[in-house]
């Protein structure tokens, strides 16, 4: 079975039931491989690659960026580089290519730095939801009058 190293969870969305990912084309991945998924050297469980394409890396876009790491494509295509093994002096060529697509869990085993992130994550979302109804209640006192 292949593996899929993922660098970092970045903004979450390895804890979503499909996620992103972004890989160097050589690696031989397509639609419909089930793969082991490694986050940060740690088994994270096996997914199932349910849609994806194989793009040159000036074709990282802003919302590709996005979605990946919750920043701009400059960003991404800086860090990708490093985590592909690229240097300053080295950087990847515009066509270089990139494997973007779309994983689905089949089995998860989350290493425990992504279930302390999921908790946090949720903890986060509880005071969000906590304040957001706190102001329509108070919205909605203020309209009763």
Known sequence: MKTVFVPDNWNGSILMDCFPIIRPANEDISIGLEVEILVKDKFAGYAKIVDGKNLPWQAITE???YLIISHNSLYLKKT???VFGFSEANKPHPDFPIFFGFAQWKE???PQHVIMFN???K???EKTTKIYQDEMSQEKLLFAE
């Open 63 to 65: 919302g590709m960026s």
């Open 80 to 82: 990708l580089a490093q």
């Open 108 to 110: 998860r085993h989350m």
């Open 119 to 121: 908790k946090w994550y």
């Open 123 to 125: 903890k986060v979302g």
